[in-house]
């Protein structure tokens, strides 16, 4: 991709972005079908190696079958795969992978995942050191837990996730030292909450300080609060302190959008940590879902961030700069640590009005999606106009499964170029076994951001 693909804007903070002028690309975006595979693929996630930024692995749970994950490994940015299908039986040595895969690599070029298994509902982590072609399981962590994050820091890796009964957060974490050179996992620790916890994210700073956040309300359509915890020393002996409110949210645990009719969607709060060592290095980064007005299926993605490891934070802004009242969800930010820039993308059904065109496929409005994305290069003082990122319109109805696009999705930001990853039944590649509006193959693009 060649030439300036995000024009800058300046952002209104009074809670929306005031647009100078529209972003345009100089050539399609490349969008990629990283799956090629019948059946249902969703909550997604990618990670690109920043020893070889080519190197790029994105995962999807299998939401049709009852275990595995859909596995697909490029060492040329892209233009070839290699797939296939990891944890799809209690005989795989990773176990019987249920879903809740999550990704992170580290500066050594050791790929973690995080993800849960269907035996237990265990909290399992695997690392892979050959580019995501092999994964050994490291540690088998939690019993009955949920939506694992993973984060890898300087010198070490995280992982929060939410643990049943009690449905509250738990985080622990090992130090790395080098490829394939590792430490224990700490006993999980508890996250303090005024209420439940769920829907999380995890965040490595530059000195091995950890984040955490999460929602407490954890099921329902009713309101609920975003918090953020710290532990300030890692791996140290402090632990997490007393979380701090970040947000109030119209967006419950369980929200119903037309776009996603069975799933619903969450606040889905997401986390990233400048550690690029550049003018913005130690600002911390959140965006989440917010709805306009309770059950108006108005929802807008906001975006804050800190400069004192999250004891204050900036007013909230809207990142999406459309004049519609559809729905925006499912957020993913990614940091590039070469740069300190920060990109971010979602879920939109802004051009689907009912009306027909290429933003609607049945009549029906506010129910079709496409990918939609925005990025910053001087810290979130401004942003980009919002890009089209996905080629095709894809629907969660015409998909048929009970998982929607599921609970999340991810982005990865390595040496000047953001990789959303996302579920799509466009087929927009004309590589989708499926067809057309039938069931999600997991996509990727690739924008470069100079």
């Not at 309101?223 to 007393?242: K, R």
């Not at 009912?354 to 990025?375: E, H, K, L, R």
């Not at 999340?408 to 953001?418: D, E, I, L, R, V």
Request: contains cysteine; negative net charge; hydrophobic residues 35%.
């Amino acid at each position: 991709m060649r030439g300036r693909l995000f024009s800058t804007i300046v952002l209104a903070f009074a809670g929306a972005l005031a647009i100078a002028a529209l972003a345009t690309a100089a050539a399609p975006i490349p969008n990629f079908d990283t799956s090629v595979k019948p059946g249902n693929e969703a909550e997604d996630a990618i990670a690109v190696n920043p020893t070889n930024p080519s190197n790029v692995v994105t995962m999807s749970t299998l939401a049709d079958v009852v275990a595995g994950l859909s596995t697909n490994v490029s060492f040329n940015s892209g233009r070839t795969w290699s797939r296939r299908v990891i944890g799809s039986t209690a005989a795989d040595p990773l176990g019987e992978i249920c879903c809740d895969e999550q990704l992170a690599w580290d500066r050594f070029g050791n790929l973690w995942m995080t993800y849960l298994v269907n035996t237990s509902g265990n909290i399992l982590v695997a690392i892979s050191t050959d580019g995501g072609r092999s994964f050994s399981k490291v540690g088998d962590i939690a019993a009955s837990g949920d939506q694992p994050s993973i984060s890898a820091g300087p010198n070490s890796v995280w992982v929060s996730f939410t643990d049943f009964p009690g449905t509250m957060v738990k985080a622990f974490g090992a130090p790395v030292t080098g490829l394939g050179q590792f430490g224990s996992f700490t006993a999980p620790e508890s996250v303090p909450s005024p209420g439940n916890g769920d829907y999380g994210d995890t965040a490595v700073g530059p000195n091995g300080q950890v984040m955490v956040t999460y929602q407490d309300r954890t099921g329902g359509q009713a309101e609920s609060h975003i918090y953020t915890a710290v532990d300030p020393d890692g791996l140290g002996s402090a632990g997490f302190g007393t979380p701090r409110l970040l947000a109030h949210s119209h967006v419950g645990g369980f929200d119903y959008i037309p776009a996603q009719p069975n799933r619903s969607i969450d606040a889905e709060a997401n986390l990233a940590w400048d550690r690029s060592g550049g003018s913005h290095n130690g600002r911390v980064y959140v965006i989440w879902t917010q709805e306009v007005q309770s059950e108006s299926n108005n929802t807008d993605i906001m975006f804050q961030h800190s400069d004192d490891n999250g004891t204050t934070w900036s007013p909230a802004v809207r990142l999406n700069d459309d004049h519609t009242t559809n729905s925006q969800y499912n957020p993913a930010i990614a940091l590039d640590q070469t740069s300190g820039d920060v990109a971010v993308s979602w879920y939109d059904t802004r051009n689907d009005l009912g009306t027909g065109g290429s933003g609607d496929t049945d009549g029906v409005p506010n129910d079709d999606f496409q990918i939609w994305a925005t990025s910053s290069t001087d810290g979130g003082a401004t942003f980009a106009p919002n890009l089209r990122i996905s080629r095709g319109t894809s629907s969660a109805v015409a998909a048929g499964s009970f998982f929607d696009t599921g609970d999340y999705t991810h982005a990865a930001f390595q040496s000047g170029t953001f990789w959303p990853a996302w579920s799509d039944n466009s087929n927009s590649t004309h590589d989708n076994p499926d067809g057309a509006l039938h069931q999600f193959d997991l996509y990727a693009a690739k924008v470069s951001i100079p």
